[in-house]
């Protein structure tokens, strides 16, 4: 055994050899390190999930490797570190992670008292609920008396309690603590309705439902009862990191409502619209502004798409998720999703 | 005696057809009584109906070849999802064209952990065998390794002290001055190494590309965490069940301290400590890697637990065992080394290796702070809306690659179990 031991310890010192460090402000360790560092959730689909070949994938993840895009003009120079719930703001808090992407919902408390920065908000979710199709059920004003499944001790359990109360309806709670027991309880018939945040309805639907049910036997109810607005974060400290973090995804928004896409944006650098021009870079200033390359639009336009691309392909109707856009549509559309202008 | 005839012509007549082979044994364990011969014609029956509904699930009516979910669903097993989806569930977001480096760590482990299981290894070949696989498996993890000036100091120095810890009494003089140089170079060198006169010096192996543990994943991850988690432990358990024993009362208490205190809170907050106290404590900016931390973790988790069971097995010793030893002038590592942890260790086999199984599966409690073991690797395959809702293959996978592990394990404890015990087998 005191073999084995010598032996680990030259192993030990193999794996301490894999320690990172950075030092100074935030930009800077991240141009020296050539690389952006983004925490993300473990495992969500639509918002970030891992492809057969272990490429991760989905609309948290697109934000990353459109602020990688706009400072270094390349959008895979993103290393991904999966965090959970728990220690998320930990790991932003210590360095570990430049950034989130991870479906945070954006408060005022973890804006302030966490010293935290929320650059904007990629995903407008909001509770809601999904029904067995054979229900019959059209609306949540419908549900008078029905068995919920919902998890203890959230915000969720909160707001159904207050909605039904509101409404003058009642409702038999199901408590269970793990989401794996839910969805079961809730695809065995033990409740009528299971409640959480919409996007995560739309994927347990698409992803978790049992073999001979299909998603399509469940609907989600159209009625939003909460506001959970989900962004990306960053920590206090390094001010021009966060506006880029925040502009990268701004221009994806802003990509979309002049109608440059990852197919067409060739072609736009030859417009004479001035904001495209200012947009993409023709007209310099923007980029010099941000401290990126001033072509940082065109990159993050050409490599991950505007933000409707980005919307349809990994959560939207191109995905298996057929998550509507709601209110994630444009403003011109009668959506929340509105960019500040680049100028 | 009346016997007719003489006992030399007396033939053996065979047992009655009913009372030997498959019928007489059926009809001796399974319809002994009528109760018994309906109570096995129900199990039977129940058992044929499970297996046939689980065979037309798992084999017949299931589908090897679809491309995607859609195609599966109706059927019985979607087998294909495994197909699409076993390199990701063993070696997690490792570069893809690059699997076949955690493939060949995961061998050269296996081949590592088959090889120190022979007894006749049990010597100074485990040192050679345990140093050449870490080092192939952790080359083709890492791609490239960096050994510094100061370990290797550092392995000097323990090498020259367990020699003469060892063979104090043994040693030719030459054999004793090689050990008090290695000793003398390794403390010097790393005093001047802390000191800063040495530089910061190291031997770079680089003939792969370097991959950071961050895209570990799978089955190597679950290997390297059980693995070298036990590997570490083992020594350390050993140390901390002396220590307990110690007539030092500082020893003793520290030991007894850290036992109690380890084994009084849960794996799950030790991690959640190691990945969400320990980055507030350090300077800003300095980040341990996150593999490095569950590995510690599970060292000092599993350390703990092995040490209860090693003290177990030292209590069992008479103490005549402890006299005669002092009596022969054995000093206390030959006493330990030679006469005590032998025979301790013997007792303590079957639960040491009851807390290894043990661990092998705990490995998968490092979700949650973000690593992803096999577990977690399979658990990651089914959020693929693309090949949705079909959780039972995956586990039924998942939990099969465990068993043939874990049943691998408590196979050989029971082997050991006997070859050990020869000596006391009458």
């Given at each position: 055994m005191l073999k084995k031991m010598a032996a680990g310890v030259v192993t030990a010192g193999l794996i301490g050899v894999a320690g990172t460090a950075h030092a100074g402000k935030d930009l800077d360790a991240v141009k020296a390190r050539g690389q952006l560092i983004c925490g993300i959730a473990t495992g969500v689909a639509g918002f970030a999930q891992q492809d057969d070949k272990g490429k991760w994938l989905g609309l948290d993840i697109d934000v990353c490797r459109a602020v990688s895009a706009a400072i270094f003009?390349?959008?895979?120079?993103v290393k991904y570190v999966p965090t959970t719930a728990q220690q998320r703001f930990t790991a932003l808090q210590s360095g570990e992670v430049d950034m989130l992407s991870r479906t945070t919902t954006y408060t005022l408390t973890r804006d302030t008292a966490l010293g935290l920065e929320f650059t904007g908000i990629n995903y407008y979710d909001g509770q809601g609920f999904m029904v067995p199709k054979?229900?019959?059920?059209?609306?949540?004003?419908?549900?008078?008396?029905a068995t919920v499944c919902v998890q203890p001790g959230t915000t969720t359990e909160l707001n159904l309690a207050d909605y039904f109360r509101a409404n003058k309806m009642t409702f038999k709670p199901v408590v269970i603590e793990k989401v794996e027991e839910i969805r079961a309880a809730f695809y065995a018939g033990r409740c009528d309705v299971y409640t959480t945040d919409a996007s995560g309805l739309y994927s347990t639907r698409a992803a978790n439902?049992?073999?001979?049910?299909?998603?399509?036997d469940f609907v989600i109810l159209p009625e939003i009862i909460s506001k959970e607005p989900l962004g990306p974060v960053v920590r206090h400290g390094d001010n021009q990191f966060t506006d880029i973090v925040r502009w990268a995804f701004y221009a994806m928004v802003e990509a979309e409502e002049h109608g440059i896409t990852s197919k067409n944006v060739d072609e736009m650098l030859k417009s004479d619209n001035p904001s495209i021009k200012r947009i993409l870079g023709v007209t310099p200033g923007m980029g010099k502004a941000l401290g990126v390359d001033e072509k940082w639009v065109y990159n993050i336009v050409k490599q991950v798409g505007n933000y409707g691309e980005s919307f349809d392909r990994n959560?939207?109707?191109?995905?298996?998720?057929?998550?509507?856009?709601?209110?994630?549509?444009l403003w011109t559309n009668g959506g929340l999703q509105y960019s500040p202008p680049i100028r | 005696m009346t016997d007719a005839m003489p006992a030399g012509d007396r033939k053996p007549i065979a047992p009655?057809?009913?009372?030997?082979g498959p019928l007489g044994w059926a009809r001796k364990n399974l319809f002994s009584s009528w109760g018994n011969g309906i109570t096995t014609i129900v199990l039977l029956a129940f058992v044929v109906w499970v297996l046939d509904w689980f065979l037309e699930w798992?084999?017949?009516?299931?589908?090897?070849?679809?491309?995607t979910g859609a195609e599966c669903r109706g059927g019985g097993a979607c087998w294909a999802l495994i197909r699409e989806k076993f390199r990701y569930i063993f070696f997690g977001s490792f570069p893809y064209e690059q699997h076949w480096r955690p493939l060949f760590a995961v061998i050269a482990m296996l081949a590592m952990l088959v090889l120190s299981a022979d007894r006749r290894m049990w010597n100074w070949r485990l040192l050679v065998i345990w140093g050449v696989g870490s080092f192939v498996t952790f080359l083709l993890m890492f791609g490239q390794l960096h050994i510094p000036l100061s370990l290797i100091l550092a392995v000097a120095l323990i090498a020259g002290g367990i020699g003469l810890a060892l063979r104090s009494g043994l040693a030719t003089p030459s054999e004793r001055m090689a050990y008090y140089a290695l000793v003398g170079i390794g403390a010097v060198g790393l005093v001047l190494r802390i000191a800063g006169v040495l530089p910061s010096w190291s031997i770079a192996i680089a003939p792969l590309s370097y991959v950071e543990t961050s895209l570990w994943g799978g089955l190597p991850v679950t290997l390297i965490l059980a693995t070298y988690g036990l590997a570490f432990a083992f020594p350390y358990g050993i140390l901390l069940a002396l220590g307990r024993r110690s007539n030092l009362p500082l020893i003793k208490g520290l030991c007894v301290g850290f036992i109690e205190l380890i084994r009084g809170v849960p794996l799950i907050s030790l991690l959640i400590m190691a990945s969400v106290m320990l980055p507030l404590f350090l300077p800003s900016g300095t980040t341990i890697d996150k593999f490095l931390r569950a590995q510690v973790a599970v060292i000092l988790f599993a350390g703990a637990y092995i040490a209860e069971v090693i003290r177990g097995g030292l209590q069992s010793l008479p103490k005549g065992q402890f006299e005669a030893a002092d009596a022969m002038g054995l000093n206390y590592p030959q006493k330990t080394l030679l006469i005590i942890l032998p025979q301790a260790l013997r007792v303590v086999i079957p639960p040491l290796i009851n807390t290894f199984i043990g661990f092998f599966k705990d490995t998968s409690l490092v979700l949650i702070i973000g690593i992803f073991d096999f577990l977690n690797t399979a658990n990651q395959a089914l959020v693929d809306p693309n090949w949705a809702g079909f959780p039972g293959e995956v586990y039924l996978f998942a939990a099969f690659v465990y068993f043939i592990f874990c049943y691998s394990m408590s196979r050989y404890s029971k082997y050991l179990e006997l070859e050990l015990n020869k000596g006391t087998r009458r």
């Amino acid at each position: 055994m005191l073999k084995k031991m010598a032996a680990g310890v030259v192993t030990a010192g193999l794996i301490g050899v894999a320690g990172t460090a950075h030092a100074g402000k935030d930009l800077d360790a991240v141009k020296a390190r050539g690389q952006l560092i983004c925490g993300i959730a473990t495992g969500v689909a639509g918002f970030a999930q891992q492809d057969d070949k272990g490429k991760w994938l989905g609309l948290d993840i697109d934000v990353c490797r459109a602020v990688s895009a706009a400072i270094f003009g390349d959008a895979e120079k993103v290393k991904y570190v999966p965090t959970t719930a728990q220690q998320r703001f930990t790991a932003l808090q210590s360095g570990e992670v430049d950034m989130l992407s991870r479906t945070t919902t954006y408060t005022l408390t973890r804006d302030t008292a966490l010293g935290l920065e929320f650059t904007g908000i990629n995903y407008y979710d909001g509770q809601g609920f999904m029904v067995p199709k054979k229900l019959g059920v059209k609306s949540a004003k419908e549900l008078n008396g029905a068995t919920v499944c919902v998890q203890p001790g959230t915000t969720t359990e909160l707001n159904l309690a207050d909605y039904f109360r509101a409404n003058k309806m009642t409702f038999k709670p199901v408590v269970i603590e793990k989401v794996e027991e839910i969805r079961a309880a809730f695809y065995a018939g033990r409740c009528d309705v299971y409640t959480t945040d919409a996007s995560g309805l739309y994927s347990t639907r698409a992803a978790n439902t049992p073999a001979p049910l299909k998603p399509d036997d469940f609907v989600i109810l159209p009625e939003i009862i909460s506001k959970e607005p989900l962004g990306p974060v960053v920590r206090h400290g390094d001010n021009q990191f966060t506006d880029i973090v925040r502009w990268a995804f701004y221009a994806m928004v802003e990509a979309e409502e002049h109608g440059i896409t990852s197919k067409n944006v060739d072609e736009m650098l030859k417009s004479d619209n001035p904001s495209i021009k200012r947009i993409l870079g023709v007209t310099p200033g923007m980029g010099k502004a941000l401290g990126v390359d001033e072509k940082w639009v065109y990159n993050i336009v050409k490599q991950v798409g505007n933000y409707g691309e980005s919307f349809d392909r990994n959560v939207g109707m191109g995905s298996q998720l057929k998550i509507a856009r709601g209110l994630n549509a444009l403003w011109t559309n009668g959506g929340l999703q509105y960019s500040p202008p680049i100028r | 005696m009346t016997d007719a005839m003489p006992a030399g012509d007396r033939k053996p007549i065979a047992p009655p057809v009913d009372e030997t082979g498959p019928l007489g044994w059926a009809r001796k364990n399974l319809f002994s009584s009528w109760g018994n011969g309906i109570t096995t014609i129900v199990l039977l029956a129940f058992v044929v109906w499970v297996l046939d509904w689980f065979l037309e699930w798992a084999l017949f009516t299931a589908n090897f070849t679809a491309t995607t979910g859609a195609e599966c669903r109706g059927g019985g097993a979607c087998w294909a999802l495994i197909r699409e989806k076993f390199r990701y569930i063993f070696f997690g977001s490792f570069p893809y064209e690059q699997h076949w480096r955690p493939l060949f760590a995961v061998i050269a482990m296996l081949a590592m952990l088959v090889l120190s299981a022979d007894r006749r290894m049990w010597n100074w070949r485990l040192l050679v065998i345990w140093g050449v696989g870490s080092f192939v498996t952790f080359l083709l993890m890492f791609g490239q390794l960096h050994i510094p000036l100061s370990l290797i100091l550092a392995v000097a120095l323990i090498a020259g002290g367990i020699g003469l810890a060892l063979r104090s009494g043994l040693a030719t003089p030459s054999e004793r001055m090689a050990y008090y140089a290695l000793v003398g170079i390794g403390a010097v060198g790393l005093v001047l190494r802390i000191a800063g006169v040495l530089p910061s010096w190291s031997i770079a192996i680089a003939p792969l590309s370097y991959v950071e543990t961050s895209l570990w994943g799978g089955l190597p991850v679950t290997l390297i965490l059980a693995t070298y988690g036990l590997a570490f432990a083992f020594p350390y358990g050993i140390l901390l069940a002396l220590g307990r024993r110690s007539n030092l009362p500082l020893i003793k208490g520290l030991c007894v301290g850290f036992i109690e205190l380890i084994r009084g809170v849960p794996l799950i907050s030790l991690l959640i400590m190691a990945s969400v106290m320990l980055p507030l404590f350090l300077p800003s900016g300095t980040t341990i890697d996150k593999f490095l931390r569950a590995q510690v973790a599970v060292i000092l988790f599993a350390g703990a637990y092995i040490a209860e069971v090693i003290r177990g097995g030292l209590q069992s010793l008479p103490k005549g065992q402890f006299e005669a030893a002092d009596a022969m002038g054995l000093n206390y590592p030959q006493k330990t080394l030679l006469i005590i942890l032998p025979q301790a260790l013997r007792v303590v086999i079957p639960p040491l290796i009851n807390t290894f199984i043990g661990f092998f599966k705990d490995t998968s409690l490092v979700l949650i702070i973000g690593i992803f073991d096999f577990l977690n690797t399979a658990n990651q395959a089914l959020v693929d809306p693309n090949w949705a809702g079909f959780p039972g293959e995956v586990y039924l996978f998942a939990a099969f690659v465990y068993f043939i592990f874990c049943y691998s394990m408590s196979r050989y404890s029971k082997y050991l179990e006997l070859e050990l015990n020869k000596g006391t087998r009458r």
